[in-house]
């Protein structure tokens, strides 16, 4: 008995669930490749114009449970445009799709969201999760990263470009070994520079080089292959077949990459760059000219030392701090590579570009001077660093990009022992586990993973895929655990419908869009949200599909809406983070960090958009459930607090929503009461108020007209409580109103997607 | 009866407006589905907060449970082993490490003597280290077990077995699992709080562990802030009366209480009780954030009085207030005690942070009569080896401890647990226990005899099977009890 228990907990499922994977005894289901099983014919007039209908309806039928029915329009429109944008519909946009009868009218919806530049906007948050987006380096210093936003751009670009998942993949992973990588291309492997930087004095560099790679590794891992490969880090995986060896195989495919910053000019930026670096180079030669000489072999001296100490440490302990501080400070507040300047100085002068060589010079004006400080004098340094970075700034330097780089000398990998960057073990082949299809051809770069990821013959990243979108679209995954499908995780609810999703992706071009359009037009995804109770007792955590779920917002989703539906909202697509407003005693926790608030619109930009300073995460976004940047996250948590409550009901940013809700509200309709409840209503739900729910809010508001303008406390504060309403209307009637809306943007409704 | 006019796809509908129409105050019934979706109990599921029937006489009623994140070295601490200063710079002895597979325990390394010096505290004579002086000041209330060990050695996994009894993500957490089975004394805060102090590094676990994992949401801790305001949001905005306030919950729960009749989502109503709680959190947390009508010689005793001591001491001081008022749970996490390297300076630097506080704690919940019914813990997901570690430089005083997961110690006082004793033996390098081996489901399985549950009978059916806090083992340690 114990061990038939401890079964079933191991497989996670319940006896109603016997999934029964359809592969030989021997291989774990998801290492095998997909087959794409026909979808079941279902008989007895049952509508199927949805393929995904017929696996979810025939399991259904065989437990002899209804699907339930289709929900309501405006509940739908709500639904999608939330799962595809992250936006509310406009109240225009629901009247059109309750006014069209023509047959496709859901296609149309489906087909403009689609389309809509807030698509790409939603889904880059996804991808932002994944590689744990972050505008700071992480640990105690936390330093800026004023150009990690490039990432962010770029993905929502190919995301509403619609790139399909193979090159996305590739782009990300391996952007920069394209042949005839563009800028775009190489934007794409902003995904690895998401990882933590330590510019802590005393951090070894090489040791959170390895934590950097070993993040990559499972990154990789969660995001591509849904295995919990980090276990396997310092020890054998217990359950699933992962050695070591095959775990420092993935790691040596991503070991070879640098983080290097570079200059991804905006369209406009490039000309004017260009034509004053020519100037620039011209004035800097000059500026140099008469110390060239000297100034060469003083700094070739510098950078002997320091190459000996890299190489030989423990000799002499000032070079050996040199050389570690080069590595540690090398672009701090930049975001640049860290390690950027050691393999400056580890290249031979000849073969540095012109730009390498001026920003190693300017450091070694700054911080060279140990090697002869009496010569440094005598040339006159401190005088030729300034009028040097003077010159500099005449130039429109063009922003850089984070991005990453084939190391220039071959890294070889090694094993290390319990995961102990000290330890190496034997020398590692990068390779790819034993237990999937082997990497083809014969280069063991990062572009042959990326290629290998996404061929035909891979069992997991497609199911892995197509996992996470239902898990978008459903609330939970066809695999629960979205980012464990190796032997401890759960089987699929629906194996045969993750295999046909999983080839349908492979022969729909890997469209992501295409899946997306394909999961929301299905009847499975149309079903009302309804909770029927003979259901909930036979399958309390709807694995069989019989309804759709309601599913609380995202933190970002929270704010967004909120704002859209106070008119605040700022839709501008582009540029770097923004600090909306958020309590002083939040900014004031982490070491050093300074928030200084945004003005003007870029209070209002979408939650995307929100810096992310690691070590002191936005306060709302915690409260909502916004994943810590510092680990992937394949899911969200849903969790309902009391903290979410008094944020929403007393944050002032949530109570300016309302403020100018209602301002919104008593400008754009000149009715009475019962029309301007509606209007209110139907902004923020998508529907019409029930008769119970107007006359409620009806009683409410002319109760708050007597607080407001009777003769009491609330009576004089009416003014402070009407905030931007007060221009439409006199202070007490402004004030009832803010009250109403503020009360509709706290329903659970209004941050619940039915 | 009501039921005789449920429908099979009406039925919760019929039923919830029928006790709707019997409803009195606010929210009452709004509680009415939340649980249904697992059809534990009825009776549960209609007031998630009353507590279960005890299965014995239960001792304790609060937990306050200090997690020491990062694994403080037990034997710089509490596990003196002065045979070791023989050892010290040898290789471990072969004997020891017979039969050993764990990969993070390295053979080849040489033993290090703590540089730490013990002395006997209390009519109990029990030998703390001079870093937790303040703890030894109260040995006599504390109950040291030497002997505890787990099942795996990364800090993660780790953290989830001491928390939430298993190394896999989605299961409930301790705190989750006795705010289910106690209910919540306080009517205005969360039954299971978490608070978080760090000397540099937050904890690596984060949420997962104070999760609720699959048990309803509202059991799941709730994080005040560590630093600034505690709770964040707790005035109101500004013009809004407080009777403003409240007419403006009223109005939201019956428009929550209409949705949740026509959709029949559960979650409506636990959106409704955060709502509630939140309300009354706003009357009661300020109160419970005032320190000032605290005596001279209470700040003092909890180190508020001083820097270092002063973000641990807040919190601690919070667990007593917070306990005063009802909350079951209080969790608070010290991170990070992961001195792979520079381990004597680092402890002591942590030891500087909590030791003052912790042993105020538990001398303050003594001398108020709080003790006899609250649990307290200290530990951390694992112990320190025995040997050196050398991470960054073999620099004298730079030397660290690695991850060891079969020997380390952990304290316990109040609620039913006896007092002034020490429970297991380690050998001579204190590596493995030789006397009363403690796994983590062993403890877990005791302190929730102290609450009055039997272990194996506090479950909870998910995904068909019965889930409960120490997995498929522990057994009670009666040497433990008083």
Same mark, same amino acid.
């Given at each position: 008995?114990?061990?038939?228990?401890?079964?079933?907990?191991?497989?996670?499922?319940?006896?109603?669930?016997?999934?029964?994977?359809?592969?030989?005894?021997?291989?774990?289901?998801?290492?095998?490749?997909?087959?794409?099983?026909?979808?079941?014919?279902?008989?007895?007039?049952?509508?199927?114009?949805?393929?995904?209908?017929?696996?979810?309806?025939?399991?259904?039928?065989?437990?002899?449970?209804?699907?339930?029915?289709?929900?309501?329009?405006?509940?739908?429109?709500?639904?999608?445009?939330?799962?595809?944008?992250?936006?509310?519909?406009?109240?225009?946009?629901?009247?059109?799709?309750?006014?069209?009868?023509?047959?496709?009218?859901?296609?149309?919806?489906?087909?403009?969201?689609?389309?809509?530049?807030?698509?790409?906007?939603?889904?880059?948050?996804?991808?932002?999760?994944?590689?744990?987006?972050?505008?700071?380096?992480?640990?105690?210093?936390?330093?800026?990263?004023?150009?990690?936003?490039?990432?962010?751009?770029?993905?929502?670009?190919?995301?509403?470009?619609?790139?399909?998942?193979?090159?996305?993949?590739?782009?990300?992973?391996?952007?920069?070994?394209?042949?005839?990588?563009?800028?775009?291309?190489?934007?794409?492997?902003?995904?690895?520079?998401?990882?933590?930087?330590?510019?802590?004095?005393?951090?070894?560099?090489?040791?959170?080089?390895?934590?950097?790679?070993?993040?990559?590794?499972?990154?990789?891992?969660?995001?591509?292959?849904?295995?919990?490969?980090?276990?396997?880090?310092?020890?054998?995986?217990?359950?699933?077949?992962?050695?070591?060896?095959?775990?420092?195989?993935?790691?040596?495919?991503?070991?070879?990459?640098?983080?290097?910053?570079?200059?991804?000019?905006?369209?406009?930026?490039?000309?004017?760059?260009?034509?004053?670096?020519?100037?620039?180079?011209?004035?800097?030669?000059?500026?140099?000219?008469?110390?060239?000489?000297?100034?060469?072999?003083?700094?070739?001296?510098?950078?002997?030392?320091?190459?000996?100490?890299?190489?030989?440490?423990?000799?002499?302990?000032?070079?050996?701090?040199?050389?570690?501080?080069?590595?540690?400070?090398?672009?701090?507040?930049?975001?640049?590579?860290?390690?950027?300047?050691?393999?400056?100085?580890?290249?031979?002068?000849?073969?540095?570009?012109?730009?390498?060589?001026?920003?190693?010079?300017?450091?070694?004006?700054?911080?060279?001077?140990?090697?002869?400080?009496?010569?440094?004098?005598?040339?006159?340094?401190?005088?030729?660093?300034?009028?040097?970075?003077?010159?500099?700034?005449?130039?429109?330097?063009?922003?850089?990009?984070?991005?990453?780089?084939?190391?220039?000398?071959?890294?070889?990998?090694?094993?290390?022992?319990?995961?102990?960057?000290?330890?190496?073990?034997?020398?590692?082949?990068?390779?790819?586990?034993?237990?999937?299809?082997?990497?083809?051809?014969?280069?063991?770069?990062?572009?042959?993973?990326?290629?290998?990821?996404?061929?035909?013959?891979?069992?997991?990243?497609?199911?892995?895929?197509?996992?996470?979108?239902?898990?978008?679209?459903?609330?939970?995954?066809?695999?629960?655990?979205?980012?464990?499908?190796?032997?401890?995780?759960?089987?699929?609810?629906?194996?045969?419908?993750?295999?046909?999703?999983?080839?349908?992706?492979?022969?729909?071009?890997?469209?992501?869009?295409?899946?997306?359009?394909?999961?929301?037009?299905?009847?499975?995804?149309?079903?009302?949200?309804?909770?029927?109770?003979?259901?909930?007792?036979?399958?309390?955590?709807?694995?069989?599909?019989?309804?759709?779920?309601?599913?609380?917002?995202?933190?970002?989703?929270?704010?967004?809406?909120?704002?859209?539906?106070?008119?605040?909202?700022?839709?501008?697509?582009?540029?770097?983070?923004?600090?909306?407003?958020?309590?002083?005693?939040?900014?004031?926790?982490?070491?050093?960090?300074?928030?200084?608030?945004?003005?003007?619109?870029?209070?209002?930009?979408?939650?995307?958009?929100?810096?992310?300073?690691?070590?002191?995460?936005?306060?709302?976004?915690?409260?909502?459930?916004?994943?810590?940047?510092?680990?992937?996250?394949?899911?969200?948590?849903?969790?309902?607090?009391?903290?979410?409550?008094?944020?929403?009901?007393?944050?002032?940013?949530?109570?300016?929503?309302?403020?100018?809700?209602?301002?919104?509200?008593?400008?754009?309709?000149?009715?009475?009461?019962?029309?301007?409840?509606?209007?209110?209503?139907?902004?923020?739900?998508?529907?019409?108020?029930?008769?119970?729910?107007?006359?409620?809010?009806?009683?409410?508001?002319?109760?708050?007209?007597?607080?407001?303008?009777?003769?009491?406390?609330?009576?004089?504060?009416?003014?402070?409580?009407?905030?931007?309403?007060?221009?439409?209307?006199?202070?007490?009637?402004?004030?009832?109103?803010?009250?109403?809306?503020?009360?509709?943007?706290?329903?659970?409704?209004?941050?619940?997607?039915? | 009866?009501?039921?005789?006019?449920?429908?099979?796809?009406?039925?919760?509908?019929?039923?919830?407006?029928?006790?709707?129409?019997?409803?009195?105050?606010?929210?009452?019934?709004?509680?009415?589905?939340?649980?249904?979706?697992?059809?534990?109990?009825?009776?549960?599921?209609?007031?998630?907060?009353?507590?279960?029937?005890?299965?014995?006489?239960?001792?304790?009623?609060?937990?306050?449970?200090?997690?020491?994140?990062?694994?403080?070295?037990?034997?710089?601490?509490?596990?003196?082993?002065?045979?070791?200063?023989?050892?010290?710079?040898?290789?471990?002895? /072969? =004997?020891?490490?017979?039969?050993?597979?764990? +990969?993070? @325990?390295?053979?080849?390394?040489?033993?290090?003597? $703590?540089?730490? &010096?013990?002395?006997?505290?209390?009519?109990?004579?029990?030998?703390?280290?001079?870093?937790?002086?303040?703890?030894?000041?109260?040995?006599?209330?504390?109950?040291?077990?030497?002997?505890?060990?787990?099942?795996?050695?990364?800090?993660?996994?780790?953290?989830?077995?001491?928390?939430?009894?298993?190394?896999?993500?989605?299961?409930?957490?301790?705190?989750?699992?006795?705010?289910?089975?106690?209910?919540?004394?306080?009517?205005?805060?969360?039954?299971?709080?978490?608070?978080?102090?760090?000397?540099?590094?937050?904890?690596?676990?984060? /949420? =997962?562990?104070?999760?609720?994992?699959?048990? +309803?949401? @509202?059991?799941?801790?709730?994080?005040?802030?560590? $630093?600034?305001? &505690?709770?964040?949001?707790?005035?109101?905005?500004?013009?809004?009366?407080?009777?403003?306030?409240?007419?403006?919950?009223?109005?939201?729960?019956?428009?929550?209480?209409?949705?949740?009749?026509?959709?029949?989502?559960?979650?409506?109503?636990?959106?409704?009780?955060?709502?509630?709680?939140?309300?009354?959190?706003?009357?009661?947390?300020?109160?419970?954030?005032?320190?000032?009508?605290?005596?001279?010689?209470?700040?003092?005793?909890?180190?508020?009085?001083?820097?270092?001591?002063?973000?641990?001491?807040?919190?601690?001081?919070?667990?007593?207030?917070?306990?005063?008022?009802?909350?079951?749970?209080?969790?608070?996490?010290?991170?990070?005690?992961?001195?792979?390297?520079?381990?004597?300076?680092?402890?002591?630097?942590?030891?500087?942070?909590?030791?003052?506080?912790?042993?105020?704690?538990?001398?303050?919940?003594?001398?108020?009569?709080?003790?006899?019914?609250?649990?307290?813990?200290?530990?951390?997901?694992?112990?320190?080896?025995?040997?050196?570690?050398?991470?960054?430089?073999?620099?004298?005083?730079?030397?660290?401890?690695?991850?060891?997961?079969?020997?380390?110690?952990?304290?316990?006082?109040?609620?039913?647990?006896?007092?002034?004793?020490?429970?297991?033996?380690?050998?001579?390098?204190?590596?493995?226990?030789?006397?009363?081996?403690?796994?983590?489901?062993?403890?877990?399985?005791?302190?929730?005899?102290?609450?009055?549950?039997?272990?194996?009978?506090?479950?909870?059916?998910?995904?068909?099977?019965?889930?409960?806090?120490?997995?498929?083992?522990?057994?009670?340690?009666?040497?433990?009890?008083?």
């Amino acid at each position: 008995m114990v061990c038939r228990l401890i079964l079933v907990g191991l497989l996670g499922t319940s006896p109603l669930l016997a999934a029964k994977p359809t592969v030989a005894e021997d291989v774990h289901w998801a290492y095998r490749r997909p087959t794409a099983a026909k979808p079941p014919a279902l008989s007895g007039g049952h509508d199927s114009r949805n393929p995904i209908d017929c696996f979810v309806v025939e399991r259904l039928r065989d437990l002899e449970i209804a699907p339930s029915p289709a929900a309501d329009r405006p509940t739908l429109i709500r639904r999608v445009t939330l799962d595809l944008t992250g936006l509310l519909p406009e109240p225009a946009e629901v009247d059109r799709f309750l006014a069209d009868e023509r047959p496709g009218a859901w296609e149309r919806v489906v087909d403009r969201l689609l389309a809509s530049p807030h698509y790409g906007e939603h889904w880059a948050r996804e991808w932002m999760d994944l590689s744990h987006y972050a505008d700071s380096d992480g640990y105690l210093t936390d330093q800026l990263r004023p150009v990690a936003w490039r990432y962010r751009q770029w993905l929502v670009k190919q995301l509403n470009a619609g790139t399909p998942f193979d090159l996305l993949t590739v782009r990300q992973l391996a952007g920069d070994l394209v042949p005839n990588a563009t800028i775009a291309d190489r934007l794409g492997t902003g995904f690895l520079r998401q990882t933590l930087s330590n510019r802590e004095g005393g951090a070894d560099p090489e040791e959170f080089r390895v934590k950097q790679i070993v993040d990559r590794t499972e990154m990789l891992g969660a995001v591509w292959l849904g295995l919990t490969v980090g276990c396997a880090r310092c020890h054998d995986h217990k359950y699933d077949r992962l050695s070591r060896a095959e775990f420092f195989g993935l790691y040596a495919l991503l070991n070879a990459a640098d983080e290097v910053n570079i200059y991804a000019p905006r369209a406009e930026e490039e000309r004017p760059w260009l034509e004053a670096v020519e100037k620039y180079n011209r004035r800097r030669d000059k500026l140099l000219a008469p110390i060239a000489g000297p100034l060469r072999i003083l700094q070739d001296r510098w950078e002997a030392r320091l190459l000996e100490a890299g190489a030989r440490p423990g000799r002499e302990f000032l070079w050996d701090r040199r050389w570690e501080v080069l590595g540690l400070i090398w672009g701090g507040q930049l975001g640049e590579g860290q390690l950027e300047g050691q393999e400056i100085v580890k290249r031979d002068r000849q073969l540095r570009t012109r730009d390498e060589q001026d920003r190693l010079l300017l450091y070694f004006l700054s911080h060279g001077s140990l090697i002869d400080p009496a010569k440094f004098k005598q040339l006159k340094l401190g005088e030729v660093q300034s009028k040097l970075e003077k010159l500099r700034t005449e130039v429109p330097w063009p922003i850089r990009a984070q991005v990453m780089r084939q190391a220039r000398v071959p890294r070889q990998a090694f094993l290390h022992e319990r995961g102990d960057f000290r330890v190496r073990g034997p020398a590692i082949q990068a390779g790819v586990p034993f237990m999937l299809p082997p990497l083809a051809g014969t280069s063991r770069d990062r572009l042959a993973l990326a290629r290998w990821l996404v061929s035909d013959s891979h069992p997991l990243v497609a199911r892995v895929t197509v996992n996470r979108m239902w898990q978008a679209f459903f609330g939970t995954g066809l695999v629960r655990t979205v980012d464990d499908f190796g032997v401890r995780g759960e089987l699929p609810s629906h194996p045969v419908l993750l295999d046909w999703l999983a080839s349908e992706f492979r022969d729909r071009g890997w469209s992501i869009k295409r899946m997306h359009r394909l999961i929301v037009t299905s009847g499975t995804y149309r079903q009302s949200s309804r909770q029927r109770p003979r259901l909930q007792r036979r399958d309390s955590g709807n694995r069989l599909l019989a309804r759709q779920r309601a599913l609380r917002f995202s933190a970002e989703v929270v704010r967004d809406t909120a704002l859209q539906a106070a008119g605040l909202l700022c839709r501008h697509l582009e540029g770097p983070s923004v600090r909306p407003p958020q309590p002083e005693s939040v900014t004031g926790e982490a070491y050093g960090n300074v928030w200084t608030e945004s003005v003007g619109v870029d209070r209002y930009r979408r939650g995307l958009y929100t810096f992310v300073q690691r070590t002191t995460p936005f306060a709302q976004g915690t409260t909502f459930d916004a994943p810590s940047p510092g680990k992937t996250c394949t899911g969200r948590e849903r969790s309902n607090t009391s903290l979410q409550a008094l944020t929403l009901l007393n944050d002032p940013v949530f109570f300016e929503c309302a403020q100018a809700l209602a301002a919104r509200t008593l400008a754009e309709s000149r009715g009475g009461d019962v029309e301007r409840l509606d209007r209110l209503v139907r902004r923020c739900l998508a529907r019409r108020p029930a008769a119970e729910e107007l006359q409620r809010l009806a009683v409410y508001l002319a109760a708050q007209r007597r607080l407001y303008s009777g003769s009491g406390e609330a009576a004089e504060s009416a003014g402070r409580v009407a905030g931007s309403a007060s221009r439409f209307a006199a202070p007490d009637e402004a004030a009832a109103w803010v009250s109403v809306a503020s009360v509709v943007m706290n329903l659970h409704e209004f941050i619940t997607r039915d | 009866m009501h039921h005789d006019f449920v429908d099979p796809v009406e039925g919760s509908l019929q039923r919830r407006l029928f006790l709707q129409r019997t409803a009195c105050g606010l929210g009452t019934i709004a509680l009415g589905d939340l649980l249904a979706r697992d059809s534990q109990s009825a009776e549960k599921s209609i007031r998630p907060f009353r507590p279960l029937a005890p299965h014995g006489t239960p001792r304790a009623r609060n937990v306050i449970f200090i997690f020491m994140a990062g694994a403080p070295s037990q034997l710089d601490l509490f596990d003196p082993k002065p045979g070791m200063k023989r050892l010290d710079g040898q290789p471990v002895p /072969a =004997s020891f490490l017979d039969g050993l597979e764990d +990969p993070l @325990i390295k053979g080849s390394a040489r033993v290090y003597a $703590s540089p730490r &010096s013990f002395r006997r505290y209390g009519e109990s004579g029990i030998e703390y280290s001079d870093y937790v002086s303040h703890l030894g000041g109260v040995a006599d209330e504390t109950c040291v077990v030497r002997s505890v060990y787990t099942d795996v050695a990364n800090h993660h996994p780790a953290q989830l077995i001491m928390n939430c009894g298993t190394n896999r993500w989605g299961h409930p957490s301790f705190g989750a699992w006795v705010t289910w089975g106690l209910g919540n004394a306080a009517d205005n805060m969360p039954g299971f709080v978490v608070l978080m102090s760090n000397s540099g590094h937050g904890i690596d676990g984060g /949420a =997962s562990l104070w999760s609720s994992g699959f048990l +309803p949401s @509202i059991y799941r801790g709730t994080t005040f802030r560590s $630093s600034g305001d &505690s709770i964040l949001h707790l005035a109101n905005p500004e013009g809004v009366t407080g009777r403003a306030q409240a007419d403006r919950l009223r109005v939201i729960a019956d428009l929550n209480r209409i949705r949740q009749a026509r959709t029949g989502d559960s979650e409506i109503a636990a959106r409704m009780a955060s709502y509630e709680l939140a309300f009354r959190m706003q009357s009661a947390g300020p109160e419970l954030l005032d320190f000032s009508r605290e005596s001279a010689s209470t700040h003092k005793l909890y180190g508020l009085d001083q820097d270092k001591t002063r973000w641990f001491g807040t919190n601690c001081l919070l667990a007593r207030r917070m306990v005063e008022r009802g909350v079951r749970f209080v969790q608070l996490y010290h991170s990070t005690w992961d001195d792979h390297s520079n381990l004597n300076a680092n402890l002591k630097t942590n030891c500087d942070m909590t030791d003052l506080p912790a042993a105020g704690l538990i001398a303050d919940l003594s001398q108020r009569g709080l003790l006899d019914d609250t649990l307290v813990i200290w530990g951390g997901e694992f112990g320190r080896t025995p040997m050196n570690e050398v991470r960054r430089s073999p620099a004298p005083g730079s030397e660290g401890r690695d991850h060891h997961r079969f020997a380390f110690s952990m304290l316990f006082c109040g609620g039913g647990i006896r007092r002034g004793t020490v429970v297991g033996r380690t050998d001579e390098l204190g590596y493995h226990p030789v006397e009363d081996a403690i796994h983590v489901h062993d403890i877990q399985a005791t302190l929730l005899h102290c609450l009055g549950f039997e272990h194996t009978r506090l479950t909870y059916r998910h995904s068909g099977r019965d889930f409960r806090l120490t997995d498929v083992g522990g057994e009670v340690v009666e040497s433990m009890l008083a």
